[in-house]
Structure formats: C-alpha cells, structure tokens
Nanobody, 124 residues
Framework: QVQLVESGGGLVQAGGSLRLSCAAS????????VGWFRQAPGKEREFVAA????????YYGESVKGRFAISRDNAKNTVYLQMNSLRPEDTAVYSC?????????????????WGQGTQVTVSS
C-alpha cells in the first residue's frame, strides 16, 4: 500500500511562493501518476495539477496555469508543486493523490491513494 505525506504548506503573503512536497512510501510509486487537488471551505475539491510517472507530461487546472508547476523526482519518491504568484483565493488544503495505473486524471474519484493534506494560507 502506498502512503503519501504532504509538506511545505504555511502562511505566505499574496504574490509570494511556496513549494509543496508529496513524499511517498511504497515500492511501485514511481509508476503512478500523481495529482494535486485543493479544497477551500465551502467549495468542492478542485483539480490543481497532475503528472505521469516519467514526468514527461503534466497539465494544470485553469485557475493555476502559468503560476504553478508540478514535477517529480522518482529517485526520491517525491512529487513537488511549485506555487508562484500566490493569491488569497489559493488558500486551501492541498492534497496529493496517486493513481496506480499511471493515468493523470483531473477528477478526484479516479485516484487510489491520498495524503492527509497540508494547509496553504495566502494573506492579502
């Protein structure tokens, strides 16, 4: 079973940057697609970004295009989310998820494993 642990969240001013990490334990993590999702109070869980196991393809939700970048280091069993030009509307709990067939879906119901989430708060 794969376990995912997010880190790197915190409080940042609008316009600032954070890098989130998703560290995995499990022997087959390198072949999984990984997605990032976020959920703010009163809102549905929202797709942020996803990446295939090779790192050769990734894509983003419309609200974060041009500001966020997803990457992975399979040797470290870690996926990153670099967040730049942060806005107060980016405030949410950010969770990473793994899909064991390597398909980078943009809907949360398709993912097999989830981390506990890390809080990102952007002040204005």
């Amino acid at each position: 079973q794969v376990q995912l642990v997010e880190s790197g969240g915190g409080l940042v001013q609008a316009g600032g940057s954070l890098r989130l990490s998703c560290a995995a334990s499990g022997l087959t993590f390198s072949r999984y697609a990984v997605g990032w999702f976020r959920q703010a109070p009163g809102k549905e869980r929202e797709f942020v970004a996803a990446i295939v196991w090779t790192g050769s393809f990734s894509y983003y939700g419309e609200s974060v295009k041009g500001r966020f970048a997803i990457s992975r280091d399979n040797a470290k069993n870690t996926v990153y989310l670099q967040m730049n030009s942060l806005r107060p509307e980016d405030t949410a709990v950010y969770s990473c998820a793994a899909e064991e067939n390597g398909r980078p879906y943009n809907t949360p119901d398709e993912y097999d494993y989830w981390g506990q989430g890390t809080q990102v708060t952007v002040s204005s």
